[in-house]
C-alpha cells in the first residue's frame, strides 16, 4: 500500500475537463414536439449539412456542445457545436448561434452560456457599434435592460417563423 491507498487515480484524470453547470431542461424541447405554448425554449439556428435552419435545443452534452432539433420537422436531431462571430448565414456544418439583443438594440451572439450568465460576441464584420461584445451577461427572455440581455425564444408552436422572437444582424 503506497501513500495513495489501493487504487490510486493519476492526476491527468483529476484535471479533465468538466462542463460546468449545465443549462436548465425546462428551456429544451424533444425532437417530437418541438416550442410549446406557455414555456420558454431558447431558439438556435444550425447546419446540420444541408443549409441553415432554426431550431431548439434538446439536450446539452457539453459547455458549447448540443443536440438540435429543426423547427418544423418532427423527430430529427442534430449535434452541433456553437460558434460565435459567424452570422447564422454563414454557419458551416456542425455549427450552431444563439442570437440575443441587447438593451442598446444590437443583436448579439453567444460564445458561452450557462444557467444565468453568458457571453456576448458581435459578428464577424459587424458595421454597428456593439459596445456589449466580448461582456458576460444575465440573460433572460424579456425585454433587454442594463447589464441583461433578451434571447431569441423559439415560440410556441413548432412551425419556423410563426411566433418566435427573430433577431437580425445587419453586418
Known amino acids: 500500500m503506497d501513500l495513495w491507498g489501493l487504487h490510486p487515480v493519476d492526476l491527468e484524470r483529476q484535471r479533465r475537463k468538466k462542463m460546468g453547470r ?5 428551456l429544451f424541447t ?9 414555456a420558454s425554449e431558447i431558439k438556435v439556428n444550425f447546419n446540420s449539412g444541408g443549409g ?3 431550431g431548439t435545443i434538446i439536450r446539452q452534452k457539453g459547455s458549447k456542445k448540443f443536440v438540435v432539433s429543426e423547427t418544423g420537422a ?3 436531431e442534430h449535434t452541433c457545436t456553437l460558434t460565435s462571430g459567424v452570422l447564422p448565414a454563414n454557419l458551416t456544418s456542425g455549427q450552431m448561434s444563439i442570437s440575443v ?3 442598446d438594440n444590437e443583436t448579439y451572439l453567444v460564445s458561452k452560456i450557462a444557467g444565468r450568465k ?3 460576441n458581435a459578428p464577424t464584420g459587424s458595421q454597428n ?3 456589449l461584445d466580448g461582456l458576460s451577461l444575465a440573460w433572460d427572455f424579456a425585454a433587454a435592460s442594463a447589464g ?3 434571447v431569441e425564444e423559439a415560440g410556441d408552436d413548432d412551425v419556423a417563423n410563426a411566433d418566435d422572437d427573430d433577431f437580425t444582424e445587419n453586418a
Do not use: C, I, S, Y
Open 129 to 131: 457599434a456593439n459596445a
Open 148 to 150: 441583461k440581455v433578451k
Open 118 to 120: 453568458l457571453t456576448v
Open 101 to 103: 439583443q441587447g438593451n
Open 30 to 38: 424533444t425532437a417530437a414536439g418541438g416550442a410549446t405554448a406557455g
Open 52 to 54: 441553415v435552419k432554426e
Open 74 to 76: 418532427a423527430d430529427t
Open 22 to 26: 449545465p443549462l436548465n431542461k425546462r
